[in-house]
């Protein structure tokens, strides 16, 4: 598969069965076409974000798109607000002056984000857990929280970024020259740094 966005490249070595092959593009499919059009209305936004954090851009999309489908008014049932679901603490300790706003609530959002993944360095599904549970259910379950919610939350967003494959197989990190992290399905991919670790 071609490298997608800036730091986010997957190479899948199989695809096992006809089953397998439509599914994966179909969820292509549906990200391409249902969500085009949010996606560029809000790219700058995110891209400025994503490049300022280190931050790969079609994971703040998929975090977009499972967190409140690219409404910036959205508003949950727990108070989580915009188009990242922040709370109104997370928000204000990262500086949105509207948490409605998207160019706001979409920093705070990059910016908490950063701070989860250095948190769990090389761990992205802990990171995902941490953005819906908070790092508190974590400690407290000395790992990813078995709430359903959670889980559920998890395979969506990764669906969204790699379709149905990668969420549902082993995804590997490696590191390139300028410290970049990169996702891919293929543990022997090395071409752009040492691998960190497999991720289940």
Same mark, same amino acid.
């Given at each position: 598969? @071609?490298?997608?966005? +800036?730091?986010?490249?997957?190479?899948? !070595?199989?695809?096992?069965?006809?089953?397998?092959?439509?599914?994966?593009?179909?969820?292509?499919? =549906?990200?391409?076409?249902?969500?085009?059009? @949010?996606?560029? !209305?809000?790219?700058?936004?995110?891209?400025?974000? =994503?490049?300022?954090?280190?931050?790969?851009?079609?994971?703040?999309? $998929?975090?977009?798109? *499972?967190?409140?489908?690219?409404?910036?008014?959205? +508003? $949950?049932?727990?108070? *989580?607000?915009?188009?990242?679901?922040?709370? /109104?603490?997370?928000?204000?300790k990262y500086g949105?002056?509207?948490?409605?706003?998207?160019?706001?609530?979409?920093? =705070?959002?990059?910016?908490?984000?950063?701070?989860?993944?250095?948190?769990? /360095?090389?761990?992205?599904? $802990?990171?995902? *857990?941490?953005?819906?549970?908070? /790092?508190?259910?974590?400690? @407290?379950?000395?790992?990813? /929280?078995?709430?359903?919610?959670?889980?559920?939350? #998890?395979?969506? +967003?990764?669906?969204?970024?790699?379709?149905? #494959?990668? *969420?549902?197989? @082993?995804?590997?990190?490696?590191?390139? $020259?300028?410290?970049? +992290?990169?996702l891919t399905s293929?543990?022997?991919?090395?071409?752009?740094?040492?691998?960190?670790?497999? !991720?289940?």
């Amino acid at each position: 598969m @071609k490298a997608r966005g +800036v730091f986010l490249q997957l190479r899948f !070595k199989r695809l096992a069965g006809l089953g397998t092959i439509l599914a994966f593009l179909a969820g292509t499919a =549906a990200w391409g076409g249902v969500n085009a059009d @949010k996606r560029q !209305k809000y790219g700058d936004i995110v891209r400025t974000a =994503a490049e300022k954090h280190g931050l790969d851009e079609d994971l703040l999309h $998929s975090i977009i798109q *499972a967190e409140s489908g690219y409404d910036p008014s959205a +508003v $949950s049932s727990k108070g *989580a607000v915009g188009l990242m679901q922040l709370i /109104p603490e997370t928000a204000a300790k990262y500086g949105a002056q509207n948490i409605f706003d998207p160019t706001d609530n979409i920093e =705070a959002g990059a910016h908490y984000l950063k701070d989860l993944m250095a948190l769990y /360095p090389n761990d992205l599904r $802990s990171v995902l *857990a941490a953005y819906n549970a908070g /790092p508190d259910a974590l400690k @407290k379950h000395n790992g990813i /929280p078995p709430y359903p919610e959670t889980k559920r939350y #998890i395979r969506k +967003v990764l669906n969204f970024l790699d379709g149905p #494959i990668a *969420a549902g197989g @082993k995804l590997y990190t490696f590191r390139d $020259s300028q410290g970049r +992290v990169l996702l891919t399905s293929d543990r022997f991919f090395n071409s752009v740094g040492s691998p960190l670790g497999e !991720k289940r």
